[in-house]
């Protein structure tokens, strides 16, 4: 077991964001661990994880799923060693869209079971196993990451169930900010604008031309990787004096303009 190598923990780590994040700190170095639902024997995982790299390791599991969430967190210190930053990336949208005078009680226990309920319970056991680790040098234990959403401030009224969720994602990720910051786990996330990712392909054709009517400044998708470049910064030091902050990831989207 290697445990001098920093260790991440990567909820869904075979979609896009997530598996650019997977990228982004393997190449700089890190064990990664990865949660999803594909099996693992599964081809498509096998080729983003292969078994015979000692530094990665995928973990099927539903982030719904209490005993999938602890399966994950021994797995990881059974093979690492360490946990020294959690990425809840995992999410998702409601299978069907629907106004909100029709949301169904299904769609936002579906939605809110896995986006808001699963991830504060998954950091609130990873934080658990932080706080038994040593501050280094700087006074740190560890880091959290989450994605949440421009959708955490930002009505859609055919999904909200999806807008909740994530607004509640960011109240997550300031009350263990509040609860962490003097114990040296610094816990922040970032809010992705329109990304170009398995969830927006069913609408591609619709961003596409509101991009084009000038939706987001900077005239472009955003790409999983402009995620995960954010995401590593956030949680290998560089923002060491940030916690509970909010940061938009949006090619300036969330700019108010005349």
């Given at each position: 077991m290697d445990t001098q190598r920093k260790t991440v923990i990567i909820t869904g780590a075979l979609g896009g964001i997530g598996y650019a994040a997977v990228l982004r700190f393997a190449n700089a170095g890190y064990a990664v661990c990865g949660m999803?639902?594909?099996?693992?024997?599964?081809?498509?995982?096998?080729?983003?994880?292969p078994r015979d790299n000692p530094a990665l390791l995928y973990v099927k599991g539903n982030l719904a799923d209490s005993s999938d969430r602890h399966s994950l967190i021994q797995r990881t210190l059974d093979t690492f060693g360490r946990i020294d930053v959690l990425c809840n990336v995992a999410g998702v949208a409601p299978k069907v869209r629907r106004d909100l005078l029709e949301m169904t009680e299904e769609s936002y226990d579906f939605v809110t079971d896995i986006n808001t309920r699963g991830t504060l319970f998954l950091t609130q056991e990873a934080a658990r196993h932080m706080l038994t680790r040593p501050k280094d040098e700087n006074g740190i234990r560890g880091y959290i990451v989450n994605i949440s959403s421009c959708s955490a401030y930002t009505s859609s009224t055919s999904r909200g169930e999806y807008c909740i969720s994530k607004a509640g994602v960011t109240m997550i990720t300031t009350l263990f900010a509040d609860r962490l910051a003097e114990d040296g786990i610094l816990v922040n996330e970032i809010c992705p604008g329109v990304i170009?990712?398995?969830?927006t392909a069913v609408v591609k054709?619709?961003?596409?031309?509101?991009?084009?009517?000038?939706?987001?400044?900077?005239?472009?998708?955003?790409?999983?990787?402009?995620?995960a470049k954010v995401m590593l910064a956030l949680a290998d030091g560089t923002f060491g004096y940030t916690t509970g902050q909010s940061i938009s990831v949006d090619g300036g989207m969330h700019i108010r303009r005349l």
């Open positions: 999803d639902i594909l099996g693992e024997d599964d081809p498509r995982t096998l080729e983003k994880f170009a990712t398995g969830m054709e619709k961003y596409d031309r509101l991009i084009e009517q000038g939706l987001i400044p900077q005239h472009r998708w955003g790409m999983p990787d402009d995620i």
